[in-house]
């Protein structure tokens, strides 16, 4: 089916207009992308600035430049014509009925009786969009709730009206999916639909809540983040990246379509502080100024008791660091503030989405969905649920008197989802199992995991045996690697040796895949003095690095999110690569202070040196990926900073590279051992120190990035060793590990870590 959308019209070239033509071009799917014509020269400027906005180095909504050439833009007076053959029409105009209406009359009359036409609106029904239309119409009209940024966020809510066409939904639902690479979550027309319906509602409380209890905005985001397994911003630091008074707008809109009687509007009110901040221009980061601000290197936050700024500290607990190693079932037993802060908003949060059900679905898996998908938490409400006992939130609801939604007692003496002979089930409504049924290809390792028992585990990581395969999964706080994570690393291969299995898989299904090595254990090496003992951890994260690539059984890498530092070294250690089409990669050590020294020096200089056939200009294209910690946002992007094989591949739905990892694995050839290289030499390694000091001279490059830059520049060409010289696999090796522990013993590196781990790591994706 996914044939029939060959050609996409998006009218409306806003935020959201923009970023759907993006994706659509990402996919390989031809564009047109319209907006209104202007006067002046250039007719074509608020579709030409929606393209312009696609190019946000800060945040690319684009994959490539074969992706931008697919995007057509002109203007709904010269262009209308280009939309009559289009498979597809999204419409993301202006939230007027009025508009959208006479919109959906000039198309009927215009474009073929099989184009698909859908809106992205969330605010108005279908019921309304289409009144008048005539019936044909409506049978081919949906609603394609796309969540911003488009590009990254997962999240697809498919609203089908009381007349549109299975073969619509199955068209849009198995497009959108598989080759847009969406999360989809069918909807019924409700107001605000479900994530947005749940998720401003969680907002919301813990904003009022945070007033309440008189929490500064740290300490409500350090509680209302991590430790429930939700994106770090928190409440404070959302709405300041959302936008104050775009957050305003939104809560007014559900107000507006909300049932009277719906819970909802306990927490819509707005607040006086918040009010003057907008009016005072405080609406947060678009303005550079909301809850928090940046000035320079400083990170401020404001009083919410007299609204001055002063310094950010992040919040240091107890209670918080063992809230955020244990979870959500530890800090709402707590009975401090900032326990029953907590209890107070998730208590009240999943009361709200079990209310839900089964008037606004009656699958729990797509409330869970909508929020996993659309606001990045970790686990939904039902999973939620299931984590802290529903016999003792439905105990506590009673004890505190309030209500107990009629659904969370269908749910006592059991879990909300049950592993069953046909695997993974939920609960429905009547209280019956309903298994869970993706679509083909689609395999969440996150469902999967709960009908397994690890082979071996640690604090950090896990291996477990799945269709004839081991599958590692990371799970430590940012999938940082440290020692437990090389263990199971190695035993998986070991023992998938002695057992016969047909290979090894490493895959996480959390945000990032690793965001490289841990830097609280080189913390703990140089602030003990013990630097034999970070030595033989390198030498370790080394060896196993060998291990998988010297393995008889082919070790695939199947990340997603970010795979950086540590984290990409395995996977350019890797017999084959299945990524996802936003994975991030890179080495991006030396912003740290120090270099690879798990054999990332080396892959690269041994990569960039067979791609171009030249080691000398191999060495040089190393020591400005290295040196200046290039990242690749995009398959695209990686391919040009050698950072691929020609046999790796990527999908555009990170729920299918588990299914494509385990499908590889007898078509992947095992990667050879590395032969000897010769290195370019003194001379070469005298240029790399001559372009070190000059831009140390103008000013890019500060004392410490030109000590770190030395080092990346002795691994590269042997340093003062002869043009020629020749350097083994393991010589390459050996220099990157001396290199690591001298920049690690100088004061600037190790006063770079502590500041990144006391401040929090803030590498941007």
Known sequence: MTNQIKKVGVIGAGTMGAGIAGQVANAGVEVWLLDLPSEGENVNSLAAKGLERLKDPDMPGLMSKEAESLIRIGNTRDHFHELEDCDWIAEAVVERLDIKQALYQKLNESCKESTIITSNTSTIPISLLTKGM???????????????????????????????????????????????????????????????????????????????????????????????????????GLY?????????????????????????????SQIKFMSK????????????????????????????????????????????????????SFIIKDTSPYGLYVWDVISETLCYAASLVPEVTDDLTQIDDAMKLGYNWVQGPFELLDEIGIEYFVDRLKADGRDVPEFLLKGINNKFYINSKSGLSSLSPSGNLKPIIRPDGVLRFSEVRQTLKAINSNESASWFEYEGAAIVEFHSKANALDSGSLDMISDAISESEKKGLRGVVIHNDFQHFSC?????????????????????????????????????????????????????EVVLHADHVVGHANSVMGLVESFMGVVPAGGGCKETLYRWSESLGDGRKGAWKSFMNIGLGRKANSPQEADALSMRRANDVFHMNRDRILTGALSS?????????????????????????????????????????VTVGTEIGRIMTGGNCASGTIFTEQDILDAERSSFLTLAQTQETQARIVSMLDNGITLRN
Not at 288 to 308: A, C, H, M, P, T
Request: proline residues 5%.
């Open 134 to 236: 005539p019936k044909k119409f409506c049978e081919r009209f949906a609603i394609t709730h796309f969540f911003n940024p488009v590009r990254f966020m997962r999240l697809l809510e498919l609203v089908r009206g009381e007349f549109t066409r299975d073969e619509v939904i199955d068209t849009l639902d198995l497009f959108s999916e598989k080759i847009l690479g969406k999360g989809v979550v069918s909807c019924l027309d409700t107001p605000g639909f479900l994530a947005n319906r749940v998720g401003v509602f969680a907002i919301q409380c813990a904003l009022h809540k945070a007033f309440e209890y008189k929490l500064s905005p740290t300490e409500a985001d350090a509680f209302f983040g991590r430790p429930l397994g939700l994106p770090k911003t928190g409440v404070f």
């Open 240 to 268: 300041d990246l959302i936008g104050i008074d775009l957050m305003a707008d939104v809560v007014k809109s559900l107000v507006s379509i909300l049932p009277e009687n719906d819970a909802f509007h306990k927490y819509s």
């Open 277 to 328: 901040m907008i009016a005072n221009g405080q609406t947060g980061n678009k303005n550079e100024k909301g809850f928090y601000k940046q000035i320079g290197d400083e990170r401020q936050v404001i009083d919410l008791s007299n609204g001055s700024y002063g310094p950010h500290e992040r919040l240091k607990t107890p209670l918080l660091e063992e809230a955020e190693k244990i979870g959500i």
């Open 516 to 568: 490289g090595v841990s830097l609280w254990s080189v913390r703990n090496c140089f602030e003990k003095n013990d630097f034999d003992a970070l030595d033989a951890f390198l030498i370790y994260f080394q060896n196993t690095m060998l291990q998988m690539r010297n393995s008889k059984l082919p070790v695939i890498a199947a990340p997603v999110g970010m795979s950086i530092g540590g984290g990409f």
């Open 665 to 705: 694995i007898e078509t992947t050839s095992k990667a050879k051992a590395r032969n000897p290289l010769a290195l370019s030499g003194e001379d070469h390694f005298e240029e790399m120190l001559e372009w070190l000091t000059t831009n140390h001279k103008n000013g890019i490059l500060t004392p410490h990035d």
